[in-house]
């Protein structure tokens, strides 16, 4: 994690996503910027939370960790996504593991101060109330994905989720097939399992695996198999 000390950069961020017209510039002028790179942990389980992370550039990974030591997909969180709102008022330890996906740029708010202008600030509240809605909306859905749906469906699924967005240009960054024993894992599978079916997209022109790593080739096939369900 590197801390970014650029006040300019900070108000940049907060105007191009609109935060100035939800936190006021107080808030605003407090917020601390980090950048995390890919893999790292941005929260952990049981931490106890003293800010609300904003997430305005990049793209977060979210799994829990189950009692027998392995890891469940929960979601994929895109800009503006926030990380901390669930923990906010109650000070509850943190649930899941949230770790960033490449290069993410998050801002931070003090818990305290957040707490403050929550007293006075509707449309922080609103944005709040929305962001915890979206929140509970997309666990059914990915509750259910996660039980059932054949993993066929569910790794579909999880590459969508990894399709970001770049001045109207959607890409992926490759995977690569190293990390298929984690993947399998996240989707509730054996890496054999997932292993055969990344053969089967390959074969079908969905996917190609060249140098050690995965790209998407039929991003419409893998719509059609999610069935418009992602982890997000």
Partial sequence: MQMIYDREAV???????????????????????????????????????EYLFILVQGNLKIHTLLPNGKSMLVRFARPMSI?????????????????????SLILLASRRRLLKEMEHNAVLLRFLYGELSHKLYTLGQTSALNLLYPVENRFASYLLSLLTDSEGIRYVD???????????????????????????????????RKHGRLSILDEGKLAELASGSLYE
């Fill in 174 to 208: 490759e995977i690569r097939t190293s990390t298929l024993t984690e993947t399998a894992e996240l989707l509730g599978t054996s890496y054999r399992h997932l292993n055969r079916i990344v053969r089967k997209f390959i074969e079908q022109g969905i996917i190609e």
């Fill in 83 to 103: 990380i901390g709102d669930v923990e906010l008022l109650r000070e509850y330890p943190v649930k899941n593991q949230v770790e960033s996906v490449g290069d």
């Fill in 11 to 49: 108000r940049h961020l907060a105007e191009k996503n609109g935060l100035d017209e939800i936190f006021g510039n107080p808030m605003i002028e407090s917020m601390e910027l980090r950048l995390y790179g890919n893999g790292e942990a941005v929260c952990s389980v049981g931490d106890k939370l």
